[in-house]
């Protein structure tokens, strides 16, 4: 079992910046491959970015491209979402999630863990 929690989110002016941890505990967190995701009112849960185990792999969705960054920390078990430049369709309660697959997938099936998510609230 792993547990998730995450933090970070809040409400920002857009083309501001937030950063979102995801600390896990109960297994060995580099043996997990990550993801974030995120679901606006009346939307699908829809995939943000992913994360390799070593970190040295990361994927992202279009509309995020060149403005997200993800970036882990195995040593302290926490993963990280950093958003810049956001928009209100940015706005969003974002989920981490992790599994033992090797690699990432988009497709939030395949993730058997989850945290509880976190609002992020970009204004216009």
């Known amino acids: 079992q792993v547990q998730l929690v995450e933090s970070g989110g809040g409400l920002v002016q857009a083309g501001g910046s937030l950063r979102l941890s995801c600390a896990a505990s109960?297994?060995?967190?580099?043996?997990?491959?990550g993801g974030w995701f995120r679901q606006a009112p009346g939307k699908e849960r829809e995939f943000v970015g992913g994360?390799?185990?070593?970190?040295?792999?990361?994927s992202y969705a279009d509309p995020v491209k060149g403005r997200f960054t993800i970036s882990r920390d195995n040593a302290k078990n926490t993963m990280f979402l950093q958003m810049n430049s956001l928009k209100p369709e940015d706005t969003a309660v974002y989920y981490c999630?992790?599994?033992?697959?090797?690699?990432?997938?988009?497709?939030?099936?395949?993730?058997?863990?989850w945290g509880q998510g976190t609002q992020v609230t970009v204004s216009s």
């Open positions: 999630a992790v599994d033992s697959a090797w690699s990432v997938s988009t497709r939030s099936q395949f993730y058997a863990y």
């Open positions: 109960g297994r060995t967190f580099s043996g997990y491959t």
């Open positions: 994360i390799s185990r070593s970190g040295l792999s990361t």
